[in-house]
């Protein structure tokens, strides 16, 4: 196992700046975020720890990357900002989510939900979702997974179709795996930044998807018929439980991230640390390390407590808080499995406790 560990001098750098105009920004911020966001330079810091690499599979060994500052970020005339009359992310569902015990609405609500948290300030919306009909898209089985895959894309250029007026962003989600030409196995997701548009999928994060049984796997076929997308109903998508809706949570919101302008991390343990496998992806915190949060904040404009706040108000609420017109007495008791979050509800407390100090 490898350590990856900057100086105090480095991240210091990294966070403030040495750009007088950048550190003049720093230092108008309130006086308890900043003891937040010092704690990136701290070295014997209980909530931002150096990376770790694993292996030679992991990210940051296998695709060298030069790291991002916040000074990069901020001065990078290419990277896109949410403006009055662009400040939604939208979400488009792609397929059938869940199995018959979570319904498409409740874990798009959900997601919508901690991404509003996560994005603090920013609407989301969640389109209705649509069948992969729909998008006219190509589509195959692979032949090493024996799993249907659509055109990545083929997504892209319909959602480019169907981007609102106000839109920051528009992002496509689905169960179903993606591949994006013919010659690679698989991808996990694809993005247009430049025209804020992304498509990802939650297949592989089923944490049967590489079994021997996985229910998800067709016999093989050669060639489908690139009209016939009868090929999708009843398809199976896995049951949302506790440790997929985590992993979707952290990949709907590094996604979105990139789209923002924030490179993968190589500062601290974070949520924007690339990820080239499932143990890897597990490995990454629910948020962001203090360099890509002044980022995000930066961008976006929230305080840090209140931030924290939606956060956590997520994390506890019990999934009976849902509007009443999203919800009918067929789901009343229908809770929000939030177990697997409870190591980060714990750390989200401590960042509070220092904001709130």
Not at 54 to 77: L, V
Request: with cysteine.
């Amino acid at each position: 196992m490898k350590v990856i560990k900057h100086s105090e001098q480095a991240l210091k750098t990294a966070l403030i700046s040495k750009n007088m105009k950048l550190v003049k920004l720093y230092e108008n911020l309130e006086s308890r975020e900043k003891s937040l966001l010092n704690e990136a330079f701290q070295p014997d810091s209980v909530l931002f720890r150096p990376i770790t690499l694993h292996s030679e599979s992991d990210w940051i060994s296998s695709h060298p990357e030069p790291t991002q500052d916040f000074e990069q970020f901020y001065n990078d005339p290419y990277r896109s900002r949410p403006t009055s009359e662009k400040s939604t992310i939208y979400v488009q569902p792609i397929g059938s989510f869940g199995d018959t015990k979570v319904s498409t609405e409740d874990y798009m609500k959900w997601l919508k939900d901690y991404c509003e948290a996560f994005y603090y300030s920013l609407t989301v919306k969640i389109l209705e979702p649509v069948p992969v009909s729909h998008t006219g898209c190509a589509f195959r089985v692979n032949e090493y997974t024996c799993n249907l895959q659509i055109h990545a894309g083929d997504i892209l250029k319909y959602l480019k179709k169907k981007k609102p007026r106000d839109a920051f962003c528009i992002v496509g989600i689905t169960m179903i795996d993606l591949y994006p030409r013919e010659s690679w196995n698989f991808v996990f997701g694809q993005a247009s930044l430049t025209e804020g548009m992304g498509i990802f999928s939650f297949a592989r994060y089923d944490s049967d998807f590489y079994s021997a049984s996985y229910k998800g796997r067709l016999k093989k076929v050669k060639k489908l018929p690139s009209s016939d997308y009868s090929v999708f109903d009843g398809y199976y998508t896995p049951a949302v439980t506790s440790v997929l809706l985590l992993r979707s949570c952290k990949t709907l919101t590094h996604e979105i991230g990139h789209i923002f302008g924030l490179r993968h991390c190589q500062w601290l343990q974070c949520v924007m640390q690339g990820s080239n496998h499932l143990e890897e992806s597990d490995r990454r915190p629910l948020d962001l390390c203090p360099i890509c949060l002044r980022k995000l904040q930066s961008a976006i404009g929230f305080h840090l407590v209140e931030r924290y706040q939606a956060l956590l108000e997520w994390m506890d609420e019990d999934g009976n808080g849902m509007e009443a017109e999203l919800r009918n007495e067929a789901k009343m008791g229908l809770l929000k499995p939030i177990e697997a979050f409870k190591e980060c509800r714990e750390w989200v407390l401590k960042c509070l406790d220092v904001l709130q100090k």
